[in-house]
């Protein structure tokens, strides 16, 4: 349903004065997130929020704080007769604006993303799809027909299991998948450069949006044109709405795919990303594999699952992942000791210094990603620590869902075995 203009918050109409392009001339350049975010931080430092931006009084000192021109400051912010005329149209596309600021805001993107999360979304569509969740499925635009074909089975099979499809929308590898998640009756988010707007009203699209399947979203003006920049920067909102990556085929040190995947592989807690390999896939699909992703397994045709593709993380990563190598381990909590008491000797890595928490937290039957976000570590980590304790003996396996349990405390050398 279309957001009415007084749905919308206060906070978002601020942001989108100082952020959103509202008219070919409006004679003054919008913020860009980097200077928007200096704004942000001048306002929380004074416990204020962007609509205190409206009260004049609050225009100076913040711009001074944000290092932004107070006159530019002001001008922007007086463009409500530009913003009414804007939300009005919209409106009548059934376009809704969120900022970061709103409650329903994607989660994901704030946690994953910190201050590279957009300061505005425009939407269309399943709003309850916010929360994100699945596989983000991305590839070539000149995807050859045996990775168009791969992409359409995956996409099919994640339909079937339930697991959400996100990709970008662009032709080839993103409209394959998605169209084929649609067809199955799944559920699918976009994150579109360009052309919310013009892309809503497609035939396919319409009826997706109007059965609940689909959500469109960009950070750009639902009008805007194609622009390799948009489509490059977007690329990391993919893999931030999902729980996994799958990279079709990328062409090795060029094109928006590889440069997606390299630049969420850097992260400090990326997203698992899986590969296509094949005998006939591009070099850049490989040169991922080098970088670290995780070959797609090859397994019986049937849905996927968050629990399969914990499985697949669970097979194909070393027994643990060097995430904190070079750091100081955590500080160890001591005891008054007597002089003459030797000194507690530190773990000797990190999976030994989390192995206690680890353990104590698997007193229930848990699984890998309810652990990760307990934790707050990435699924991958998890899967890593997981791995090593079941190999000691630490931790039980359990199937039908997966599912982790601890067979003994870790802590004192005895085993406490519980029943089968």
Known sequence: M??????????????????????????????????????????RESDLRPADLLKPKNVPFTSEAARIDPERLAKLLERGMQLGLAIEEWNQGGVWVLCRSDSDYPERFKSHLADQA???????????????????????????????????????RCARGGMPVVSGGARGVDETAMSAALVEGGEVVGLLPDKLLRRSVKREARDALANGQLLLLTPYHPEAGFNIGNAMARNKLIYAMADYGLVVCATYNRGGTWAGAIEEMRRNRPRPIFVRIESTVPDGNKKLVDRGAIPFPESEPGPLTDDWFNEAVDAKLPAQIPLFQGLPLPDTVKEPVSLQAPSLTPPASIYEAIKPVLLNALDEPTPTAELAEQLEVSKSQMAAWIKRAVEEGAVRKLTRPVRYVREYDGTDGERKKRPA
Not at 20 to 26: D, F
Not at 135 to 147: E, F, P, Q, Y
């Open 118 to 156: 957009p300061a505005i979304l425009f939407g269309v569509g399943n709003r309850s799809l916010l929360k994100g969740g699945g596989v983000a499925i991305v590839g070539s635009r000149n995807v050859d027909d045996a990775g168009r074909a791969f992409a359409q089975d995956v996409a099919v």
């Open 2 to 43: 279309p957001q009415a203009i007084e749905r919308m918050s206060e906070d978002a109409k601020v942001i989108l004065l100082l952020c959103g392009h509202l008219a070919r001339t409006s004679g003054v350049k919008p913020l860009s997130l980097g200077e928007y975010n200096q704004v942000a931080r001048a306002l």
